[in-house]
């Protein structure tokens, strides 16, 4: 399974990024789909997440300016960031859980990242 991640970039505070994750590969089950940050000299920590349901998490910082979606039939999912803060500077990685089937066993996967820089 692979990730590829695209849509990182320079912006000014205030203004919007997109990101996109497609999984490729023997994809037989996801679970969850979700993308993390990493600010340099701070650990990864989650950003948003959403199940197989359509059930979304947000840390608590991005609620009402980032918005988590999915689309099931291109094994995509996507991160529009509004509102953006110097804070929010970091590598952004996205994550693919993957359930155990017959065909499968369980995984988790992670894509090379993504840098998101705001400039204040």
């Known amino acids: 399974v692979q990730l590829q991640a695209s849509g990182g970039g320079l912006v000014q505070a205030g203004g919007s990024l997109r990101l996109s994750c497609r999984a490729s590969?023997?994809?037989?089950?996801?679970?969850?789909m979700g993308w993390y940050r990493q600010a340099p000299g701070r650990q990864r920590e989650l950003v948003a997440g959403?199940?197989?349901?359509?059930?979304?998490s947000y840390a608590d910082s991005m609620k009402g300016r980032f918005t988590i979606s999915r689309d099931d039939a291109k094994n995509t999912v996507y991160l529009q960031m509004n509102s953006l803060k110097p804070e929010d500077t970091a590598v952004y990685y996205c994550n693919v859980q993957t359930r155990y089937t017959l065909l499968a066993p369980r995984g988790n996967y992670w894509g090379q990242g993504t840098q998101v820089t705001v400039s204040s």
């Open positions: 959403i199940t197989s349901g359509g059930s979304t």
């Open positions: 590969g023997s994809i037989f089950s996801i679970s969850f």
